[in-house]
């Protein structure tokens, strides 16, 4: 395979792609449909639906893992694919008004979240087929850190353009960053896959273990959490302080900042502690960043607050997708490692379903709360996780 940079390099740029689409949903989908007069559970409702791609990408993954497209490759045709279909999207979307079109709307960021999670699949394939075990947290880091770099380096920028320049502009310059990884892509040349590494049904034995059962438990409570709480942020900050588009947009730059951090000192903290005491490091910066964000003061200490919980939101990713990493059987890489992210997304949508319905119900403040407190529910899967005659890989 070709070189650790070039990997590393193809890697964060292709999670970068997936963080510009980020910036939008995080800094301004919600602010965009409460423009249009919508509610904050139509909001709720429509990330919710967006993320089945990401529920049912498992059948991608055994797509990819079984069938050598075209003879180009496992994983290469399908990421090429995938990165079409996200930029024709973009280019299409702003010609359709979610206010007075809803249901269009949703199908369309449906089809573009298809198109995402193919190449989200297969990028996450490749990486497990060429990533030694001592470089899982380090590669989890890099892809973690690059989807937050996309944030950090667009949500200011679509922030503004929204506001000074309107709205087609924002979709029509994400299109653009969405084809940033296509050299990179196109350079990468997939080696034949070894005897060891042949799709076998079998090996999907594997999810009887009790340690990958309570793995999937903790992923669906770790993005539960940071999902719901994330799509409040910028609404609650506009309600409470009166915030605009562009701010909403700086305020995603710092929260995008805080990710790239948390992507790369959670990768360097599991070389440091290893994963069960980086675990409940990340679940303690998470419970104090929802409770800080429930009793934010001003404008001045938002920027901090939402600094630390894109901390808490990076160390939650990076700390699962390497244990998620450590435990996929390399006969069903991408098979399995999607079913665990599935899991993932299935507590994203259910969480930005229920932070929605929460804050229009019962207010932004109770529901930061009781996210904090959702944070203890990972606590009794820990050593069920951990328990060292289980565990194969770690």
């Known amino acids: 395979m070709q070189s650790k940079t070039l990997r590393y390099s193809m890697f964060g740029l292709l999670y970068f792609s997936q963080g510009t689409i980020l910036s939008y949903f995080t800094a301004l989908n919600a602010l965009y449909f409460l423009s249009r007069g919508l509610s904050m559970q139509d909001v709720g409702i429509f990330a919710s639906i967006a993320l089945i791609p990401f529920v049912i990408k498992i059948f991608l993954g055994m797509l990819s893992d079984r069938v050598n497209l075209f003879g180009l490759g496992h994983r290469k045709p399908y990421i090429l694919i995938g990165l079409l279909v996200q930029a024709l999207c973009l280019v299409i979307v702003p010609f359709i008004d979610p206010a007075q079109h809803y249901w269009t709307f949703v199908g369309l960021a449906f089809i573009l979240?298809?198109?995402?999670?193919?190449?989200?699949?297969?990028?996450?394939?490749?990486?497990?087929?060429?990533?030694?075990?001592?470089?899982?947290?380090?590669?989890?880091?890099?892809?973690?850190?690059?989807?937050?770099?996309?944030?950090?380096?667009?949500?200011?920028?679509?922030?503004?353009?929204?506001?000074?320049?309107?709205?087609?502009?924002?979709?029509?310059?994400?299109?653009?960053?969405?084809?940033?990884?296509?050299?990179?892509?196109?350079?990468?040349?997939?080696?034949?896959?070894?005897?060891?590494?042949?799709?076998?049904?079998?090996?999907?034995?594997?999810?009887?273990?009790?340690?990958?059962?309570?793995?999937?438990?903790?992923?669906?409570?770790?993005?539960?959490?940071?999902?719901?709480?994330?799509?409040?942020?910028?609404?609650?900050?506009e309600q409470r302080f009166s915030i605009d588009l562009a701010m909403a947009g700086y305020i995603t730059t710092v929260w995008g900042i805080g990710v790239v951090l948390g992507g790369i000192l959670g990768g360097r903290i599991i070389g440091v502690l290893g994963k069960r005491k980086t675990t409940r490091l990340a679940i303690g910066i998470s419970f104090i960043s929802c409770l800080l964000l429930a009793f934010t003061p001003g404008t001045a200490a938002a920027w901090i607050i939402v600094a630390v919980f894109g901390l808490a939101y990076g160390t939650y990713q990076t700390v699962y997708f390497s244990l998620a990493m450590a435990y996929t059987e390399p006969r069903i890489a991408a098979s399995m490692?999607?079913?665990?992210?599935?899991?993932?997304?299935?507590?994203?949508?259910?969480?930005?379903?229920?932070?929605?319905?929460?804050?229009?119900?019962?207010?932004?403040?109770?529901?930061?709360?009781?996210?904090?407190?959702?944070?203890?529910?990972?606590?009794?899967?820990?050593?069920?996780?951990?328990?060292?005659?289980?565990?194969?890989?770690?």
């Open 113 to 237: 979240q298809m198109g995402m999670a193919l190449y989200d699949t297969c990028t996450d394939g490749l990486a497990l087929d060429t990533t030694p075990a001592e470089e899982e947290g380090t590669i989890q880091g890099f892809m973690v850190g690059g989807r937050a770099l996309g944030v950090v380096l667009t949500a200011s920028l679509v922030g503004n353009l929204a506001q000074f320049a309107g709205w087609q502009p924002v979709f029509w310059t994400l299109a653009v960053f969405t084809f940033i990884p296509l050299p990179l892509v196109l350079k990468i040349k997939e080696a034949e896959r070894p005897e060891e590494r042949t799709f076998d049904w079998g090996a999907f034995r594997a999810f009887r273990q009790k340690t990958v059962l309570a793995l999937s438990g903790i992923g669906f409570v770790f993005f539960l959490i940071i999902a719901g709480v994330n799509q409040l942020v910028n609404p609650f900050l």
């Open 337 to 394: 490692f999607s079913i665990l992210m599935a899991v993932s997304n299935v507590a994203q949508g259910a969480g930005m379903a229920l932070s929605g319905i929460f804050a229009d119900r019962i207010g932004f403040v109770v529901t930061f709360l009781v996210f904090a407190a959702l944070n203890l529910l990972a606590l009794p899967l820990l050593p069920v996780l951990f328990n060292r005659g289980e565990v194969k890989k770690i």
